[in-house]
């Protein structure tokens, strides 16, 4: 049997917008026929997997997500510069090594961009765009520690790399967060991994409402008199709520795709640490939206997981809604323990009230 990590957390953000959809507005979703704010687990997971928090706590052990590791590869070979300071964005090692020309560079990335996925069709107006792959892949750090050794054998003989040389990707990988939120590779099924973690989308437990604001811009050379009025007017929409997310990790899977259990409680540390600390980064710089979880339930055994969304399906008011929507919560997780005979090991973290630390509950998760 595995054993399951179950995380339940109670976040307030206040006037923000977190998460846009295609029209710029706070996302929402109809939950117990009401509407509610949202944000969705892919803007969650990116906020968390590229956060200092995630990044320091793994450092060498995180992949990179991207369509353009054709191009990267073109540009170290044709800059004479090394693939690490490409992909970090380092200029210092500009001009350093032998270069390539244009098209025996091209010819190399379009190669090794071919191994990850199919390639992007030429286009005139857009030079590069046939190095790119069609869909974004998740470079594990062996993989692109390969395709650097790759790049300066090529870089040393110019020839096109042969097919036992294109021997790029990776079954098993250290990187923690392709290990959490897995990896799908459409032209290379057999290197697909099972993401260990299963993320909701948070939503507010009380009913949305979605508020525009009006705002203007004054030109700071205006005069008085002569150019009254604004240089610019905008309408921006927020929301605010308090959000319940719902996060299920696969502890056993984890370390399997790892193959370290000390790296997969790390990144179990990492994940749970980030859940609870980092917010989504939309509009950051408008609403300063920097909100810690203030209540989070975790729960360790092998029973069947289960969400504890049914006890907002009903939304939470009245004024002390953070300590209502705490109560509803416990007493759902309850009952349904009772219902379903689960003997799960809880905890509880709640910060708002002083009761326990961050570092207990990292401790909890990953013992």
């Known amino acids: 049997m595995s054993t399951f990590i179950q995380l339940h957390l109670l976040t307030c953000y206040p006037p923000s917008n977190l998460n846009r959809d295609d029209l710029g507005r706070p996302k929402t979703a109809i939950v117990g026929g009401v509407e509610r704010l949202r944000v969705s687990s892919q803007s969650l997971k990116r906020a968390w997997r590229t956060s200092d928090v995630f990044q320091s706590a793994l450092a060498g052990n995180v992949g990179v997500r991207t369509k353009e590791m054709g191009v990267m590869v073109h540009k170290a070979l044709t800059e004479g510069r090394s693939l690490d300071d490409v992909l ?56 692109i520690a390969a395709v650097s050794e790759l790049v300066e054998k090529r870089r040393a ?12 990707l990776r079954a098993k990988a250290s990187a923690a967060d392709i290990a959490l939120f897995g990896r799908m ?86 994940l749970v640490q980030a859940a609870a600390t980092v917010a989504p980064t939309g509009k950051q710089n408008s609403f300063a939206s920097r909100s810690a979880a203030s209540f989070v339930l975790a729960e360790k055994g092998e029973d069947q997981p289960r969400s504890l969304v049914a006890a907002f399906l009903q939304p939470v008011s009245g004024p002390d809604m953070l300590a209502n929507a705490r109560e509803i919560l416990s007493r759902t997780k309850a009952n349904m323990d009772t219902a379903y005979g689960l003997s799960l090991q809880a905890l509880a973290f709640n910060p708002h009230d002083g009761e326990g630390t961050l570092a207990g509950l990292l401790d909890f998760v990953a013992e």
Do not use: W
Not at 128 to 135: G, W
Not at 157 to 168: F, I, N, S, V, Y
Not at 199 to 213: C, I, K, L, N, P
């Open 157 to 168: 003989d110019g020839k096109t790399p042969e097919a036992q040389e294109l021997a790029l």
């Open 185 to 270: 590779l459409a032209d290379a099924p057999e290197y697909n991994i099972e993401a260990a973690a299963q993320v909701g989308h948070a939503f507010g437990v009380e009913r949305a409402t979605v508020q525009d604001d009006f705002f203007t811009a004054v030109d700071d050379l205006n005069r008085p008199g002569e150019d009254a009025g604004a240089g610019h007017m905008g309408v921006m929409e927020f929301g605010s709520a308090l959000f319940y997310l719902y996060i299920c990790v696969n502890r056993d899977l984890l370390r399997e795709n790892l193959g370290d259990k000390a790296l997969a409680d790390r990144a179990l540390r990492a």
């Open 88 to 143: 970090r964005d380092q200029k210092t090692g500009e001009g350093k090594l032998p270069k390539l020309s244009d098209a025996k560079a091209r010819a190399v990335a379009k190669a090794v961009a071919g191994v990850f996925g199919a390639l992007k069709k030429p286009d005139a107006a857009k030079p590069h765009v046939e190095m790119e792959i069609e869909q974004l892949a998740h470079f594990s750090p062996e993989e």
